[in-house]
């Protein structure tokens, strides 16, 4: 069973008719068994690597870093995974197979580069512990959150160690945080079984997010801040900031406005129901904008597109994350006409060719 097949088999049950819920299921269905039967065979130890690479446009990636034949057949096994839960997930929010020759939307091109940009190399910037380096490497000094402890394991967790305001991460995926603003309150064995939890997920092949497949899991607990902060994202094109999208949480929703680099408030709207466009809502221009644009644009240098997370708080910048896929690279705009007018500020064709070696 191949790749190519797999993918045949579900193209020849795809119907020009608006698709109901049951034949998106028994599209989903059809892949899961095509994944499965893969499963059984091609990533055998004694089967052609480069054979599926090549099918999957993978072959770029530089294996010879995994040094034995278990470390190759695992990075086949996830990557081969991989694969198919990202083309599922393109078919159930896009309703149609992804098509590479035709590459309009930010949402297509975000999805060609899941498969085109090293995620060995991107692994390295994704990891929250990690980012600190390259940070030192790219600014000359690490502007991220300071790092007060890192752990392996849960059991080395100890709680009189750490001030009482803290706030302890998973460095390998989004979301995976536990804010203390008083340790005296905490249940320590909830805090260690939601982080083993954590821990045990594949973030990678949990959201389809390539980059994160191979993050070395690690907790950390870094400085606490202030539970007041906004997000300023900036959406880097080239190596060229863009737009800048704020977060802000209130009530049971999540304001997202966005705002060009001379802080006007932009068109752009988000598709999600809980993320909305307020022009009512005035966030103030953050003081050290400039700075953040500069530092944005030199952190993005090296890829086609990253989002650069950055705070402002007590008269510095703090580095937050980059992200390569915003939204799991689905997010829509609520104006379909901005899908494609965002797509074209990237130029995949400028992906650089070192990335795969990295």
């Given at each position: 069973?191949?790749?190519?097949?797999?993918?045949?088999?579900?193209?020849?049950?795809?119907?020009?008719?608006k698709?109901?819920?049951?034949?998106?299921?028994v599209?989903?269905l059809f892949?899961?068994?095509?994944?499965?039967?893969i499963?059984?065979g091609?990533?055998?130890?004694?089967?052609?690597i480069?054979?599926?690479?090549e099918?999957?446009?993978?072959?770029?990636?530089?294996?010879?870093e995994?040094?034995?034949?278990?470390?190759r057949e695992?990075?086949?096994?996830?990557?081969t995974?991989f694969?198919?839960?990202?083309?599922?997930?393109?078919?159930?929010?896009?309703?149609?197979?992804?098509?590479?020759s035709?590459l309009?939307?930010?949402?297509?091109?975000?999805s060609?580069?899941?498969?085109?940009?090293?995620?060995?190399y991107?692994?390295y910037?994704?990891?929250?512990?990690k980012?600190?380096?390259?940070?030192?490497?790219?600014?000359?000094?690490d502007i991220?959150?300071?790092?007060i402890?890192?752990?392996?394991?849960?059991?080395?967790i100890?709680?009189?160690?750490?001030?009482?305001?803290?706030?302890?991460?998973?460095?390998?995926?989004?979301g995976?945080?536990?804010?203390c603003?008083?340790?005296t309150k905490?249940?320590?064995?909830?805090i260690?079984?939601?982080?083993?939890?954590?821990?045990?997920?594949?973030?990678g092949?949990?959201t389809?997010e390539f980059?994160y497949?191979y993050?070395k899991?690690?907790?950390y607990?870094?400085?606490?801040?202030?539970?007041?902060?906004?997000?300023?994202?900036i959406?880097?094109?080239?190596?060229?900031?863009?737009?800048i999208?704020?977060?802000?949480?209130?009530?049971?929703?999540?304001?997202?406005n966005?705002?060009?680099?001379n802080?006007?408030?932009?068109?752009?709207?988000?598709?999600?129901k809980d993320h909305?466009?307020?022009p009512?809502?005035?966030?103030k221009?953050?003081?050290h904008?400039?700075?953040?644009l500069?530092?944005?644009?030199?952190?993005?240098q090296?890829?086609?597109f990253?989002?650069?997370?950055l705070?402002?708080?007590?008269?510095?910048?703090?580095?937050g994350?980059?992200?390569f896929?915003?939204f799991?690279?689905?997010?829509?705009?609520?104006?379909k006409?901005?899908?494609?007018?965002?797509?074209n500020?990237?130029?995949i064709?400028?992906?650089?060719?070192?990335?795969?070696n990295?």
């Amino acid at each position: 069973m191949s790749i190519n097949l797999g993918e045949n088999i579900i193209k020849s049950i795809i119907v020009k008719r608006k698709n109901t819920r049951i034949v998106l299921f028994v599209k989903y269905l059809f892949l899961c068994i095509s994944m499965l039967l893969i499963n059984n065979g091609n990533w055998k130890k004694n089967s052609s690597i480069l054979d599926i690479f090549e099918y999957n446009h993978l072959s770029q990636f530089n294996i010879s870093e995994l040094k034995n034949d278990k470390d190759r057949e695992i990075f086949l096994k996830n990557t081969t995974i991989f694969y198919f839960n990202s083309r599922t997930k393109y078919l159930l929010q896009f309703n149609t197979i992804y098509n590479e020759s035709k590459l309009e939307t930010i949402q297509d091109k975000l999805s060609w580069l899941d498969i085109h940009e090293s995620p060995l190399y991107k692994s390295y910037i994704v990891d929250k512990i990690k980012l600190h380096e390259y940070s030192k490497k790219v600014l000359g000094k690490d502007i991220c959150v300071p790092i007060i402890k890192i752990y392996n394991d849960t059991d080395e967790i100890n709680l009189n160690e750490l001030p009482d305001k803290f706030v302890m991460k998973c460095n390998h995926g989004s979301g995976m945080n536990i804010i203390c603003n008083n340790k005296t309150k905490l249940n320590l064995t909830k805090i260690k079984k939601k982080l083993n939890n954590w821990k045990n997920i594949n973030y990678g092949l949990f959201t389809t997010e390539f980059q994160y497949l191979y993050v070395k899991r690690q907790i950390y607990v870094e400085t606490f801040l202030s539970l007041d902060l906004i997000d300023y994202k900036i959406y880097c094109f080239n190596g060229e900031p863009e737009f800048i999208m704020t977060k802000k949480v209130l009530d049971h929703n999540i304001i997202n406005n966005y705002y060009d680099k001379n802080w006007k408030l932009t068109e752009l709207e988000t598709a999600e129901k809980d993320h909305i466009r307020d022009p009512n809502y005035i966030i103030k221009k953050p003081k050290h904008l400039n700075l953040m644009l500069k530092y944005a644009k030199l952190l993005s240098q090296e890829f086609v597109f990253v989002r650069v997370d950055l705070y402002e708080y007590r008269g510095k910048v703090y580095l937050g994350e980059l992200t390569f896929t915003p939204f799991n690279g689905f997010k829509k705009w609520k104006n379909k006409k901005d899908n494609i007018r965002v797509a074209n500020l990237l130029n995949i064709k400028k992906v650089k060719t070192f990335l795969f070696n990295k």
